[in-house]
């Protein structure tokens, strides 16, 4: 049998090593954003992390990040009120979500880009200003969680080298910012595959297809306008 990991609390900073993390209180990074370049597994253990910078998180090449919540309640936040900034950024290294939420006050959810790979397995991600994932450059699976997104986007794909597959979870239009036109996945460019169980939803479109290929065998997806797609 494998040995049991060894858990180290966190209170904010830098990760000295790469292991297991925990927090025992909330944490509070203010406009700094931590740099994960080893691989970290953090447990929020039902607290929370707040802060107002460009994100709270960056992860490089060379970094992982995954993120689970043990208790109930544990969330990772922007709390800035400028539009144009994220929870996450993945710059080249990988992001997974097993639990615990993704949330922008005002702004948007996680940036993917320089090849990076991010896995939604579980957990939430909201986002109020353009994309709730924006995908510059990278690849995106998500198997479950729920992403609701009270802006444009839920999932947006501008790259013909991004991937994107979607086989659970659930990517819902939410009811706030009610005149925005909103795009369960939008697809500028790259390729999406939706398969299994998944709920897409929007106001607009529930995916809309660019430039991007796209092969659909499963799944409900539909919208609240006259522009579902799916």
Sequence with gaps: SGQAQTWTEWTGGAFADAGYYYLTDDVNLGTSAVTISKDVHLCLNGQTITGSGSSLFAVNSGGSLTICDCAEGGAITNTSTQTSKYVIKAEGGALTLYSGAVNSDKGRGIYVDDGSEVTIAGG????NQYAGIYILDGSLNMSGGTLTYH??????SSNEVNTVSITGGKILAGDVNPSVKKTGINMSK???TVSGSPTITGTEYG?????????ITGGTISANGTNGYG
């Design 124 to 127: 939430s991600i909201t986002a």
């Design 151 to 156: 802006c444009l986007n839920g999932i947006l």
């Design 207 to 215: 995916i809309n297809v660019g430039t991007a290929t796209a092969a």
């Design 190 to 192: 790259g390729a999406l």
